[in-house]
T-cell receptor, first 114, second 113 residues
């Protein structure tokens, strides 16, 4: 079974631009969660999608948004990029996104904002 | 406020020595507990998890963790580390019905030859 895939793996953007990251979950997984990982802040939860609906949301500004498609693939968008958005963005999928469902992580997308 | 603390940012251990990584949480009830490992350039991999039952949990790669309710801790242990264990280790906890993982800051494990 293929793992969680994220594209692109690396991205360089400039301030003010917008970016879209993609995540394909493991086949059969309906929940996709997004995290931002930075050296200073660690792992921060962005949001979770389940069956095309945002089910949970972390404390990030509205510039960060996402969506999930009917095939469970998810995209995350960041508008008006800031230098502080430079981070590793991780996507995780699970079967149903409840407490005892293991989350499987993708390798991440490394975003650099110049 | 609910929080997860990994008090050691870095730990250096000689190859073959034993290892214990600490994790404490702040929560009134029993949470769901996880340890993940992140190798350089890799995503996060689940080592083990605790939901209920036996408080000593066995995981992959020879790791184990013990849940101690009285100390609000879930420390990760390995009797003998290998150079390939060099990585960053994260403790994560689910503490409410939102089922959101709350993460510790991570502990970077360095292995001395």
């Amino acid at each position: 079974k293929a793992g969680v895939t994220q594209t692109p793996r690396y991205l360089i953007k400039t301030r003010g631009q917008q970016v879209t990251l993609s995540c394909s979950p493991i086949s059969g997984h309906r929940s996709v969660s997004w995290y931002q990982q930075t050296p200073g802040q660690g792992l921060q939860f962005l949001f979770e999608y389940f069956s095309e609906t945002q089910r949970n949301k972390g404390n990030f500004p509205g510039r960060f948004s996402g969506r999930q498609f009917s095939n469970s693939r998810s995209e995350m968008n960041v508008s008006t990029l800031e230098l502080g958005d430079s981070a590793l963005y991780l996507c995780a999928s699970s079967v149903a996104g409840t407490s005892n469902n293991e989350q499987f992580f993708g390798p991440g997308t490394r975003l650099t904002v110049l | 406020a609910q929080s997860v603390t990994q008090p050691d940012i870095h730990i250096t251990v000689s190859e073959g020595a034993s290892l214990e990584l600490r994790c404490n949480y702040s929560y009134g009830a029993t949470p769901y507990l996880f340890w993940y490992v992140q190798s350089p350039g890799q995503g996060l991999q689940l080592l083990l998890k605790y939901f209920s039952g036996d408080t000593l949990v066995q995981g992959i790669k020879g790791f184990e963790a013990e849940f101690k309710r009285s100390q609000s801790s879930f420390n990760l242990r390995k009797p003998s580390v290998h150079w390939s264990d060099a990585a960053e280790y994260f403790c994560a906890v689910i503490m409410d019905s939102n089922y959101q993982l709350i993460w510790g800051a991570g502990t970077k494990l360095i292995i001395k030859p």
